[in-house]
């Protein structure tokens, strides 16, 4: 279905009042073109200024042209019965997009495991439990291997599982579509200031209002990967916590060689190199961010929002 008929059908279904507006310009338009003084009689500023705002006018060389007089034409003439089809099939789209982005069970489990989680860091009997489970799998990697080495290991790990829950717990469609939608409420906002048209922008505030929604799911949508990317990713960093002996009356597990760092010189794994960020913290992020480049590069996997 072309762009303007579905605009004129959402005109007309969301006020019935705009049918009769469309045929009255409609009745006017010579070769496509209406001015407002041939209409003002029939119709009031503000619908007027819905017409201009929605697209279905748009500039042209002596007043405004209608943007697509077939498709107008087309859907007055298939408008009420296609109109409830489309509001009905708009409602279930809504109504899939909000069942798209809830959470599901499994999702909310994971996200209490990740909060509970989060007391290893402060309450030592949960650090020692996490820690000795996790060298179970990581000890003998790290007795074969030096530190820096295996702190370079879990962040390609981390990096990669990272990467594949974005690509594929994010919808980036969906989120492409609120931002393309908020934007198109500030273009309309900007254009309605610019008229002056008190009634458009009383319109725009409820719409924006609205879509306020929408911006909780696309919140939604972002964070539900964080949930699962930190319920596999703080564990291993309690693991490397408890080894190198973060936290009151910790004691090193691992027997750690210094870290030669650019510009730093030798620091040992605890030393503070950026404020209070301890070294071990540096070489993490500093490995996770470029091998994380590197495997979306490769994957050929791009998670920022499209439309």
Partial sequence: MARIEQKVRDLVSEDAGMESVVRTVLDHAEDGEVKWVDVRDDLSSGQWGRLIETGVLVDGDA??????????????ENGTADAGTATATSSSSTDSDETESSWSMWDKGAAV???????????????????????????????????????MILAVVTGLYSTLLQANLMDTEMMGEYQEKMQEIQEKRKEAKERG???????????????????????KEQFRPMVWIMFLTIPVFL???WGVGIGANATPIFNLEPLVLPFAG???????????????I???????????????????IDISPTG
């Fill in 266 to 280: 030798e620091k040992a794994w605890t030393d503070q190199v950026l404020g209070p960020i301890q070294v071990w």
């Fill in 113 to 151: 495991v990740s909060i509970a989680l989060f007391a290893g860091y402060s309450w030592a009997p949960m650090r020692n439990i996490i820690g000795n489970a996790m060298n179970v799998f990581l000890g003998p990697l790290n007795s074969a291997l030096p530190f820096y080495a295996v702190v």
């Fill in 282 to 300: 540096v070489w993490y992020f500093l490995c996770s961010m470029g091998f994380t480049q590197i495997i979306r590069k490769g994957l050929n």
């Fill in 239 to 241: 693991w490397m916590y």
């Fill in 63 to 76: 007043g405004f042209e209608l943007a697509d007089a077939e498709a107008t034409r087309d859907a007055l």
């Fill in 197 to 219: 048209d008190d009634e458009a922008l009383d319109r725009i505030q409820e719409e924006q209002m609205e879509a306020m929604g929408d911006q909780m799911g696309m919140f």
